[in-house]
Structures are given as structure tokens and as C-alpha cells.
T-cell receptor, first 113, second 113 residues
Framework: NAGVTQTPKFRVLKTGQSMTLLCAQD?????MYWYRQDPGMGLRLIHYSVGEGTTAKGEVPDGYNVSRLKKQNFLLGLESAAPSQTSVYFC????????????FGPGTRLTVT | SQKIEQNSEALNIQEGKTATLTCNYT??????LQWYRQDPGRGPVFLLL?????KEKRKERLKVTFDTTLKQSLFHITASQPADSATYLC????????????FGKGTRLSVIA
């Protein structure tokens, strides 16, 4: 099992550019999450999904969109990148329900100049 | 929404001693609380979950307590080793009911040989 994988690992964008981060899990988990982690701010939930075809907003959703067309994949999109979106992005998944342990990916370090 | 406070400063401890980390929450008492470990440059890894009706939970050298009166969870590592050096995060439901987790900012533990 690869667990949770994220693509890419690093990315540099110019302000206004767009990109998509891909998260994949091979554990047949229902729930998937996207977080960002900034120094001094901790992990903050951007969007989450409780099943294929469903998505919901988290704590800091502005500037991001997501899609969960397949159960194993959760995509995070930035339509027009801003320097404030410079961060480390983590994807996670859990079996079913928010109380289940979350399995995290290795992270994507995004820099917006 | 729930607010979490963890020791904001780093905790330095001598090898072999017991490390104690604190997680305080400010609003309602959650049904459960989770602890994660995060190493530099990597995603968090789940360690333990404790439910509101459990006073204590153990896993090898780890022990978690949950005091709903004090609105506090303590995370103990006994016989600490340099390999235990990491940042430790607590997480609990953001609101009453079936809701996503909110994470604390974490406490960085350094175990000195």
C-alpha cells in the first residue's frame, strides 16, 4: 500500500497562475481532506469530502476549489494564485467518519511569487 | 468553534525522563480527542485517540489522559529517547456533533541525549 500520495512535491507559481494538486489514496477511505500548514498557524482545513462526488468547505476555503470525481482521488485547485497561498499543503484520508484516524500524505510545498 | 491551546514553546527534556505535553480546549467538551506526531518536512502521523468516557489511554511508552472538568488532555512519553523528538499535535472536533477536526499548533519536543 502506498497510503496517501500527493503530486507534486514542490511547485513555484507566479501570482495569477492556476494549478491543481492531486491527492490519491489506496486504502478505500471514504473521507478525504485538504489542509494547509503555515508557521505559527498550525494545520487548517481548506475543504473536505465525505464520499465520492461530495465536497464541503472547511475553515479557510476562499481561493480554492476541490473535486472528488473518484473515491480514491481528491483534487485541490487554485484558480488564480496569490502570495498568501504560499504554504505547505497536506492531503489526508480517513476510513469513515471524522473520529477515525487520519492518514496524511507527504505534503506539497507551494510558493507563489 | 473550538479553540485549542498547546504549549507554544518548545519543550526540552533529558533522555530517559518523562515528557508531558498539554492540550487545553476552551469551549464545549468534545466526544474524543486525538494526538498526532509530526516530523520536520513530513505529514502528521496518528498516535492515539481518547474518548470522553476514558480517563486514560496507553500505547507502549505513550499515555494520554482526558480531564473534561479541566478541559485538558495530557500526553506523556515515558523513558523518552532522542527519536521521540518531533512536534506533537492534538486535534478534536471543531463543534458539537459530527464535524471535522481542528488541530492545535503543536508542541515541539526535543529529547537530549
Amino acid at each position: 500500500n502506498a497510503g496517501v500520495t500527493q503530486t507534486p512535491k514542490f511547485r513555484v507559481l507566479k501570482t495569477g497562475q492556476s494549478m491543481t494538486l492531486l491527492c490519491a489514496q489506496d486504502m478505500n477511505h471514504e473521507y478525504m481532506y485538504w489542509y494547509r500548514q503555515d508557521p505559527g498557524m498550525g494545520l487548517r482545513l481548506i475543504h473536505y469530502s465525505v464520499g465520492e462526488g461530495t465536497t464541503a468547505k472547511g475553515e479557510v476555503p476562499d481561493g480554492y476549489n476541490v473535486s472528488r470525481l473518484k473515491k480514491q482521488n481528491f483534487l485541490l485547485g487554485l484558480e488564480s494564485a496569490a502570495p498568501s497561498q504560499t504554504s505547505v499543503y497536506f492531503c489526508a484520508s480517513s476510513y469513515s467518519g471524522f473520529s477515525y484516524e487520519q492518514y496524511f500524505g507527504p505534503g506539497t510545498r507551494l510558493t507563489v511569487t | 468553534s473550538q479553540k485549542i491551546e498547546q504549549n507554544s514553546e518548545a519543550l526540552n527534556i533529558q533522555e530517559g525522563k518523562t515528557a508531558t505535553l498539554t492540550c487545553n480546549y476552551t469551549n464545549y467538551s468534545p466526544a474524543y480527542l486525538q494526538w498526532y506526531r509530526q516530523d520536520p518536512g513530513r505529514g502528521p502521523v496518528f498516535l492515539l485517540l481518547i474518548r470522553e468516557n476514558e480517563k486514560e489511554k496507553r500505547k507502549e511508552r505513550l499515555k494520554v489522559t482526558f480531564d473534561t472538568t479541566l478541559k485538558q488532555s495530557l500526553f506523556h512519553i515515558t523513558a523518552s529517547q532522542p527519536a521521540d523528538s518531533a512536534t506533537y499535535l492534538c486535534a478534536l472536533p471543531a463543534r458539537r456533533g459530527n464535524t471535522p477536526l481542528v488541530f492545535g499548533k503543536g508542541t515541539r519536543l526535543s529529547v537530549i541525549a
